[in-house]
């Protein structure tokens, strides 16, 4: 029997194109990166608020908060003011959401480059990283040790990228080898290391999802990613690192204020949609630059006073709650408030005079100006005069009889009758430094707003609200005014251009005080109707007409509301 020497034309088989095993898609590998991102912060969070727990690390050594605070500082100033007059009290919200979508998308650029190009992927993670760690040095009281959460997140973000994408750097071959088969005596053809058959050792190496990497073990890796994201973010948000803040605001007791306290005042509270007279705390405006709220212990607090004084001065806790305190009812009141706006409040106050406290370190001839600083880092130049004059500036730690809520400025604030907030109310304060308008700039005048801003006199219609209805007869058109340190004497009100008329007036709570009011509009008529308002000051000046936005000093013109009267 004759026996060829021709292989077996199934041993040989022709050249052909190899697939190297399943890639994922875009998708997908989009979805990798924004889990890799995920585990990036959340271990670094984790470890940030272990830190901070534990008395190693500082606040700044949140890499969230510190890219947040960055983005409100980054910010352009046309675009806070939309954030603030769209989103109210919520901008620090739209804001984490922002910051989270561009973080997503970051996220998504990683992965899609990972998927072909591993090294252009691990560098955009690390300038992710370099750029963060500029923000978490940039906060104060930032060391370098701050660092250690971020990095050691970073690198565990990097090694998830990387085992994700495993593969070698060098080309993906087009072609299987052609290679020899041999078979077995039971007629079995069996391949040869490196045939067609075997795994190819080049093969193994570059191909991405080698080894029989299927969609399944991809998703099972990438979710196990993003579990152990969510488990460590979960686990930093469930540590109780404001636990002790919330014991030490609880714990506190607060002295009896001396002087006379605020008394009883006639309210208007009974007109249907007034504004109440006195604010509740949980629905007070807050629009301050902080991302994320800062959370101080009374032990921890403790106030310098230091600049051009004769004598620095450091009060803790427990000296300032021993100096003699008193009760203020004062209205706050934001620059970014538009005429007929929500951002302004009125509350009692307790605290100390900052003209006490400035006194026990003596500023010296020249001084015009108080640098403030809260402990976030962000500051307030303030006139020296105001804090030292007759109107009870206050270093305040109650609101309405309770403890400051932390959002407010818990342990301490400041509180100045007839400034706005951006050049007076610095919340968590820290650090007051005693120097001169043409030494110190603050957070806001360096982004061109007035460096002296006292609020405007302004008045704004509660009810009837605009494009509502309401029955024909007797309507009550009501509101607030304020002109604090001043007083508001008057409150006059016009139906559809026709003359002024006075309204009535609440108690009065003080010159730095809001009033409500009320006109009883006699015999309205069905149709469209518009109703303005304007305040008289105890100066004696009415409330301008002229029309102004928000930027420098705050806005001014008069509210109106136009509604419906229905028969």
Partial sequence: MAVSNEPAPSAVPAARSSRPGWRPNLALSGLVGVVALGVTFAVAELLATLGQLFGWLNP???PLSALGQAFIVLTPEWLKQFA?????????AALMVGMGLTLVLVGVVLGVVGRDRPRVAVAIAGALVV??????LSRPDASVIDLLPLLLGGAAGIAFLVSAFRRQLGPVPTQEPVTESTTDPEGSA????????AAHPMLRASAPWSGGA???????????????????????????????????????????????????????????????????????????????????????????????????????????????????????????????????????WQGVRIADVLAMAGPQAGADCVYSTSVDGFTVT???EVLTDDRDALLAYAMNGEPLPVEHGF?????????????????????????????????????????????????????????????KGTVAIAGVAWAQHRGITGVQVQIDDGPWADATLSGDGGADAWRQWVYYWEGAESGWHTARCRAIDATGAEQTDFVQGVIPDGASGLDERTFMVTA
């Fill in 131 to 136: 750029v963060t760690a500029v923000a978490v």
């Fill in 411 to 471: 342990p301490v604030r400041m509180v100045v009758p007839g400034l706005y907030g951006f050049v007076s109310a610095t919340k968590w304060v820290v650090d007051l430094e005693v120097t001169t308008f043409a030494e110190a700039t603050a957070y806001w005048t360096e982004r061109g707003w007035s460096a002296k801003a006292p609020i405007k006199t302004s008045s704004r219609i509660d009810v009837p609200r605009s494009q509502t209805s309401v029955s």
């Fill in 382 to 384: 303030t006139p020296l």
């Fill in 214 to 348: 299927t969609r399944r073990d991809f998703l099972r890796f990438a979710g196990l990613g993003a579990l152990g994201a969510i488990a460590a973010g979960a686990v930093a948000r469930w540590i109780p690192s404001t636990a002790d803040v919330a014991a030490s605001r609880g714990a506190v007791a607060l002295p009896a204020p001396g002087g006379s306290a605020p008394g009883a005042v006639d309210t208007l509270d009974d007109v249907p949609g007034i504004s109440s007279f006195v604010t509740p705390n949980t629905d007070f405006y807050r629009i301050d630059t902080a991302f994320v709220v800062p959370r101080m212990t009374t032990d921890e607090w403790q106030l310098r006073v230091h600049g051009l004084v004769d004598r620095e001065v450091t009060l803790s806790w427990t000296e300032l709650l021993a100096m003699p305190s008193i009760a203020h009812m004062v209205t706050l009141t934001c620059v970014s408030n538009p005429v007929g706006g929500d951002y302004v409040g009125n509350a009692t």
């Fill in 190 to 197: 069996e391949p040869k290391p490196g045939s067609a058959g």
């Fill in 84 to 92: 603030i007059s769209t989103f109210g009290s919520n901008d620090k």
């Fill in 60 to 62: 700044a050594s949140s």
